[in-house]
């Protein structure tokens, strides 16, 4: 996708998707537009996730910028943790052959050590994996209090998919962090901005939570017959994000949602869910008003 705010700007960063709806795009970003980007990422992180906290130890289980220069989520949480983490117990634990375990306990423990909380941070899938490590070795803790999870990504295009209440149960097994500590966070290499847990009242059929907007970031729902926005109910969620600079700001994502109270819970990818309701051919499924249920 160019760049067409600035078009004679070359691109100081280009970031690509991942490919999991089996189409692989790309981003670019002028220096203006990173920028930009930047500070919607910092703003979103300390009003949200980071609320209450003074320099915790972020850990982060995606890869350092330098190696993985083309992902926008290792850009964004490389961004967090130097700018509101603790500047000597922040690293990436993903290496060459992915999570390097042994360096995740170090860091835990070395924020432990210092009573200090822990903020951890990576795709959700990652988390599981890396859950299912720690309990085969008969590793876990209790993180200090204040420290929470941020998970990203959700499920799609994985072989194993786990509710968010089993999610967070393997969560506590392995940190000692609550429910109500593990915070969703919701990204597109196409935004600037992301969106995060709203509350902890389950909304979706797989305890997803709703997201609410900003004054710079809204999510909203389209019918997917009319394309009329819904204020409740099921729809294609679309995204306007102002802070995009370099390109179109509104995006239609390919994602299901279900709106309620302003706010829009996201509950899986439209193929997705397409397929489970014909396989079901149940009304109650999040894809039922997509048939016109």
Partial sequence: METIG???????????????????????????????MNSSILAHARATAFAGLD?????????????????????????????????????????????????????????IAECRPVVLIGASFAFVTLCDVLEAQGKCWALPGGSRVIDAGGFKGRSRSVAVPELHVLLMRAFGVPSDRCINLFGMTELASQL????????????????????????????????????????????ADFCVLDRPYVVLSGDVGIARAGCVAVVGRVAMCVRIAERRADPITCVGPLHGG
């Fill in 6 to 36: 600035f078009p004679e700007q070359p691109p100081a960063r280009v970031f690509r998707t991942s490919g999991t709806t089996d189409r692989h795009g790309t981003a670019k970003y002028t220096r203006l537009g990173l920028d930009l």
């Fill in 55 to 111: 320099r915790p130890a972020v850990v982060r289980l995606v890869p350092e910028p330098g190696d993985a220069p083309d992902m926008v989520m290792a850009h964004g949480m490389a961004l967090i943790a130097e700018r509101l983490g603790h500047g000597g117990l922040s690293p990436s634990v993903v290496g060459p052959r992915g999570i390097d375990v042994s360096a995740l306990c170090s860091a835990v423990e070395a924020a």
């Fill in 196 to 239: 995060y847990d709203a509350d902890t009242e389950p909304v979706g059929p797989r305890g997803e939570r709703a997201k609410r907007g900003t004054s710079f970031v809204e999510p909203r729902l389209r019918d997917a017959h009319t394309m009329r926005t819904r204020s409740d109910g099921f729809g294609l969620l679309e995204v």
